[in-house]
């Protein structure tokens, strides 16, 4: 009887089962407590390629840069670089078509001046001439370190050229030796003191247009004379005349003895120039030039 009992509760069980969709084995396992094995099937995945548009670069391509330009000014005659500014009676231009000295009209400049700035006479010759101006490439060149002082004077202040005026510029520079007073300066032995009215903004070396010092006889309320430097004098070896300087020797320009070797070795200068193109004057087929040496006076 009991037999039947446990055959008769088993096929209840399966029946119940079976309808509620799980195994005799998995609802004997869920009555016994005893976890049933899961068996998950993954989903299938379809991953789709994805196509990249290719992207194109398309090449930058710069403009090219407009060069930086300055303006020019030089004489139509011997093509001599104008220099600026210039004086005519104290009068300044610092423009090639602000000068116009004579009825035709024409702009002139002048390419060569005295320590005052006033356009230079030699030999009763201006040296002016009419001039032209280009616009030209910026030619930059690199900036020189400052100067080192060697010798220190006193500064002072108030302090002017007796000719034209100019205010003295302190302090400047010779070769190297700072000089802050009008008295420290004296370049020429017996002469007045001298002083910078330009100076090399770089160096504080006192400025050189076509061969001149922008310097001259100074005067002030009171000087502090140290001892005064010496100076640099060039002349020829045979007959001691002085050296002019600048000179021209086919259109290029030379400012010291050292420059101009014509024979490869010792060097020469001019001692006599063509006032109007500053060429050597040449005389009797001879240049009037000479081997040159100089000594600090």
């Known amino acids: 009887m009991s037999k039947l009992r446990i055959v008769a509760f088993l096929s209840f069980v399966a029946f119940i089962a079976t309808t509620a969709g799980e195994t005799l084995e998995e609802r004997c396992n869920a009555l016994s407590g005893i976890p049933n094995p899961t068996t998950e099937r993954p989903e299938p995945t379809t991953t789709r390629p994805t196509t990249e548009v290719p992207t194109t670069i398309k090449p930058t391509t710069e403009a090219p840069s407009t060069p930086e330009l300055e303006v020019v000014c030089k004489t139509i005659k011997f093509d001599r670089v104008c220099v600026f500014p210039f004086y005519v009676q104290g009068v300044r231009y610092e423009t090639c078509d602000d000068y116009r000295p004579f009825a035709s009209g024409k702009p002139y400049c002048a390419w060569d001046v005295d320590q005052n700035g006033e356009i230079a006479v030699v030999k009763g010759f201006r040296r002016q001439s009419i001039c032209t101006c280009i616009a030209q490439p910026v030619n930059r060149k690199p900036t020189l370190p400052p100067a080192n002082p060697t010798t220190a004077a006193p500064s002072q202040q108030g302090c002017k050229t007796t000719k034209n005026n100019r205010d003295c510029i302190f302090p400047f520079y010779v070769k190297g030796i700072r000089y802050d007073s009008c008295g420290g300066y004296r370049p020429f032995k017996g002469k007045p003191p001298y002083c910078a009215w330009d100076v090399v903004p770089q160096t504080g070396e006192i400025a050189v247009v076509n061969g001149f010092q922008r310097y001259g006889i100074c005067t002030c309320s009171s000087t502090n004379t140290p001892t005064a430097p010496r100076h640099l004098e060039c002349t020829t070896t ?51 030039r000479a081997a040159c040496k100089c000594d600090m006076v």
């Not at 003895?257 to 014509?262: A, E, L, S, V």
């Open 238 to 288: 045979m007959y001691s005349r002085k050296c002019v300087f600048p000179f021209f020797v086919n259109g290029t320009r030379y400012d010291n003895c050292g420059d101009y070797r014509p024979f490869g070795g010792q060097p020469y200068c001019a001692w006599d120039v063509d006032p109007a193109s500053g060429e050597i004057v040449k005389e009797s087929g001879h240049l009037r």
